[in-house]
C-alpha cells in the first residue's frame, strides 16, 4: 500500500510539473498515531499554503529519533519535504503536550471487538439504533459538516464505496456517519452535507443527538477528540466494517485504504 501511494503521489507531482524540492516549515497539526518502527506518523495537520488542505495524512519520518516522546494528541510543528517522489518529515518538535500529561489517547475499537449499540437520531429526525441493522454489514465512521480536512475526503471514500455496490450487496449493507459536532450538525444540516457530497440517504444515515450522549458513541468507538479554540475539531480518523453479527471485523486508521479494497473487505464479511 505505501508503494501504490507513493506512486500515485509521484504521478501527481510529476503532472504538476514539479521539477525541484520545496520544503514547507513549521506546519502546525495534532498527533493521531505513532510507528516508530515503520518511521511512520499520522497527523491531523493544517492547510499548507500551495499544497494541500487541511486534512489527516500519515507521513514518513527521516529519522526514528523524531518521534521519541511523541504521543497521540500531541500539538507538533513540523518541516516538510516534498519532491517528485518523497513526502518526508525532516524535523518535528512538540509543541503542545497530548492532554492528561501527555497521555496517549486509545486507539479507536479494534478488530473483533462487538461494536457498542448506540441510538441517535438520523437526518429525518427519525430515532435509530445500530442494532436495528443486525444481519447487515455496516460502515461506520464520524464526521462533522464543518470539517474543513480529512471528512470530506472520508465521505468521498464512502461515496465511492455505495456506488460501487450491486444491488444485492446494497440490499446487505448500511453506511452510517455520526457527527462529531452536535451542538452544530443538526439532521437539517446533516441532510444538506449529504446531499453535497453525493451520499445515497437509500441505505445511509447521518447520525447526530444529545451532545453528551454522542459523547458516549465516541468513547465507546475510542474516537479521540481535540477541540480547538477556533470552534474546529481535530480528531481521530477512523472507520469500522461492522459484521452481520455486530463485531467489528475491519478497522481503517487514517484515510488508508481503497474504496476497491473496502468493497472486497465486504463481500468476504458477507
Known sequence: MRALVATVLAVALAACGLQHEETYRDVGGFVQSVDAANRQVAISHDEIPGFMPAMTMSFDVADAKLLEGVTPGARVAFDLRRSATLLTIESLRVVEPAPGGGAALPPPLGEDEPAPDFALTDQDGRAVKLSDWRGRAIFLDFVFTRCPGPCPIQTARMVQVQKSLTPELM?????????????????????????????????????????????????AYRIGTIRKPDGGIDHVVATFLVSPDGHVARRYLGLRGSAAAMVEDLQKIL
Open 171 to 219: 440490499q446487505l449493507a448500511r453506511f452510517a456517519s455520526v457527527s462529531l459536532d452536535p451542538a452544530y450538525d443538526s439532521p437539517e444540516r446533516l441532510r444538506e452535507y449529504a446531499a453535497r457530497h453525493g451520499a445515497s440517504l437509500e441505505n445511509w444515515s447521518f447520525l447526530t443527538g444529545d451532545a453528551a450522549i454522542v459523547q458516549t458513541v465516541l468513547d
